[in-house]
């Protein structure tokens, strides 16, 4: 069964870190670029950071420098180190594919993990 699931959100200050984790089940996830998106009240969903199959990363213009993306291979993981963190990075986030995932007209986004800032 196709599923993501997010974990490692909270309340932070500003300037502060969170590590987030999602764990993918039900995909051939090694061959997979595996991404984080993010979607504020009142806002679109947008994609964060993405990884390649091979470890090639990529980053919205709003996290470099400040967000770090990584891969777990053997544990099908994805993780999202976020320092350095503004109010304007509180979101709910999501890891899916890149592009995200859509079987028979079904998508298959997890549940999130809020990450609120503010002091």
């Known amino acids: 069964q196709v599923q993501f699931v997010e974990s490692g959100g909270g309340l932070v200050q500003p300037g502060g870190s969170l590590n987030l984790s999602c764990a993918a089940s039900?995909?051939?996830?090694?061959?997979?670029?595996m991404a984080w998106y993010r979607q504020a009240p009142g806002k679109q969903r947008e994609l964060v950071a993405s990884i390649t199959s091979t470890g090639s990363t990529n980053y919205a213009d709003s996290v470099k420098g400040r967000f770090t993306i990584s891969r777990d291979n053997a544990k099908k993981a994805v993780h999202l180190q976020m320092n350095s963190l503004k109010p304007e990075d509180t979101a709910v986030y999501y890891c899916?594919?890149?592009?995200?995932?859509?079987?028979?007209?079904?998508?298959?986004w997890g549940q999130g993990t809020q990450v609120t800032v503010q002091r």
């Open positions: 899916n594919t890149k592009p995200a995932l859509i079987l028979s007209g079904k998508d298959y």
């Open positions: 039900g995909m051939f996830f090694r061959v997979l670029t």
